[in-house]
């Protein structure tokens, strides 16, 4: 089977790249199942309805989330209620929502998807490396195939834990940083491995938001409002190629659709 990840879905311009281009390549791949980071998704932090709706009828069968998900707190109530979103399992209890879900792809195959936020320059939260052995343990007896999505700063504590999972996932990409990686590959054990997918959204802009005001604000080291960039948009993202049968992954490539790309 095929997955298809698609990195860090940045507010309106980024909705406007899933609708144009997430359909054409779940065709084009022939993608079995789909998952897309929206962390982002409402004016570049955290999410609402109308744009779980956009990510959702344009293909995606699972979202996966991150730290800025509690930005709006009108909407955190979406944790509950979306059993497609998934925000980071390592949030310690309390918490909303679900740190693993699992769907059944396109040739019938379970995929069991889970995600871990990174402790290395972020707030401090539970062990990752521990809440990705939890997170697989909990889902070995329901997915034929294991997924996890490392939402997490440090491209070292990414490959840190993919390297810790490898053999027991078969795909381990991350998020966070909004810019594509050059080191898709499968490591020793056979998991399937990039340590960021990119961004979905404005091109022209820092990580999403406009030039200017993020500028401004490192120049003067003021609290200046960086509004999310507009113009032309971008997809980011992986495809990693599965053998169902062993869990293990085939082959990995990256995917770039308009700005920047092709």
């Known amino acids: 089977m095929r997955l298809l990840a698609i990195g860090d879905v940045f507010g309106r311009t980024g909705r406007r ?7 054409e390549l779940i065709d084009e791949t022939g993608a079995g ?3 897309v980071n929206v962390e982002n998704l409402h004016r570049g932090s955290g999410i609402d309805t109308a744009g779980l709706a956009d990510v959702l009828e344009a293909g995606a069968d699972l979202m996966t ?8 707190s009108s909407n955190v109530r979406l944790l509950d209620d979306e059993e497609r979103v998934i925000r980071p399992w390592n949030y310690p209890p ?42 697989i343990g909990h889902l070995s007896a329901r997915a034929d195939v294991i997924v996890l999505d490392v939402h997490a700063e440090a491209t070292s504590e990414k490959a840190a834990l ?3 999972v490898d053999g027991r996932a078969a795909a381990v990409f991350g998020t966070h940083t909004h810019v594509q990686t050059a080191d898709a590959r499968v490591l020793p054990g056979g998991t399937g491995f990039i340590t960021d997918l990119g961004m979905t959204g404005p091109y022209d802009s820092i990580i999403g938001r406009e ?13 200046v409002r960086a509004e999310p960039a507009s113009g032309g948009a971008g997809l980011r993202g992986a495809l990693f190629e599965i053998d169902e049968s062993t869990g293990r992954c085939l082959r990995v490539e990256r995917v770039v659709r308009g700005e920047g790309g092709r």
């Open 211 to 223: 030039i200017a005001g993020i500028l401004e604000r490192m120049r003067t080291q003021r609290p």
């Open 162 to 164: 993919a390297h810790h």
């Open 94 to 135: 309390p918490c909303p929502g679900r740190g693993a879900a699992v769907a059944v792809s396109r040739e019938g195959v379970r995929v069991g998807v889970a995600q871990v936020l990174g402790r290395v320059f972020l707030a401090p939260v539970d062990d990752p490396f521990r809440a990705a052995d939890e997170a």
């Open 17 to 23: 790249a899933i609708r144009r281009w997430l359909p």
């Open 65 to 72: 989330t991150g730290n800025h998900v509690f930005s709006r």
């Open 33 to 35: 199942l789909v998952v």
